[in-house]
């Protein structure tokens, strides 16, 4: 159990163009998703906090107009990269906490690299 | 706030050897404890976690013990293979609900 699926697993797209990640809980409700971007050789870097329902929470330091988080649902959760940059070029990761975190925690999804060129 | 360390890598160990990741910790509360591992091209994948203090997480062969008043959660293993070369992330979840990773370890098994 506590599967979550992410796509695209991999994307290309140029410079200026918008960009959509996926990141879906499978088999249980995810009340909150997390956004997270990992930098070459770098930990990982908490972006933002979404609610099922509620605007998402940004960390500081994170641009909520270029990175447009939704969470409609208590399985999806969207991340839009707008007008993307090269230095917008990463490896994004979701993750997702179920309504029963004590057997669930985190589950993470496969990651998206995103390349802007 | 809250915060995690561990041992910078790379890491270099020949197969059958003995592994320890160090990883501690600065939290208010009583955090949870994870170590995720990431395979080359591949997302994060939870190893273990420990919940509670003296709680002792295993999966795979690793191993950690929740030490409260060491405020760590060093990573064992007693026979690593090659297949375990990945990054490992100590990380900590506390009352907010967000994780807070650690820099990772990038861990290398010569055959």
């Known amino acids: 159990g506590a599967v979550v699926s992410q796509h695209p697993s991999w994307v290309i797209c140029k410079s200026g163009t918008s960009v959509k990640i996926e990141c879906r809980s499978l088999?249980?409700?995810?009340?909150?998703m997390f956004w997270y971007r990992q930098f070459p050789k770098q930990s990982l870097m908490l972006m933002a906090t979404?609610?099922?329902?509620?605007?998402?929470?940004?960390e500081q330091g994170v641009e909520k107009d270029k990175f447009l988080i939704n969470h409609a649902s208590l399985t999806l959760s969207t991340l839009t990269v707008t007008s993307a940059h090269p230095e917008d070029s990463s490896f994004y990761i979701c993750?997702?906490?179920?309504?029963?975190?004590?057997?669930?925690?985190?589950?993470f999804g496969s990651g998206t690299r995103l390349t802007v060129v | 706030g809250d915060s995690v360390t561990q041992m910078e890598g790379p890491v270099t160990l020949s197969e059958e050897a003995f592994l320890t990741i160090n990883c501690t910790y600065t939290?208010?509360?009583?955090?949870?404890l994870f170590w995720y591992v990431q395979y080359p091209g591949e997302g994060l994948q939870l190893l273990l976690k420990?919940?509670?203090?003296?709680d002792k997480g295993s999966n795979k062969g690793f191993e950690a013990t929740y030490r409260k008043e060491t405020t760590s959660f060093h990573l064992e293993k007693g026979s690593v293979q090659v297949s375990d070369s990945a990054v490992y992330f100590c990380?900590?979840?506390?009352?907010?609900?967000?994780?807070?990773f650690g820099k990772g370890t990038r861990l290398h098994i010569l055959p």
């Open positions: 993750s997702a906490s179920g309504r029963d975190r004590g057997n669930y925690g985190y589950t």
């Open positions: 088999d249980f409700q995810a009340t909150t």
């Open positions: 979404s609610n099922e329902g509620s605007k998402a929470t940004y």
């Open positions: 939290a208010t509360g009583y955090p949870s």
């Open positions: 420990a919940t509670k203090a003296d």
């Open positions: 990380a900590l979840s506390g009352t907010d609900d967000k994780i807070i």
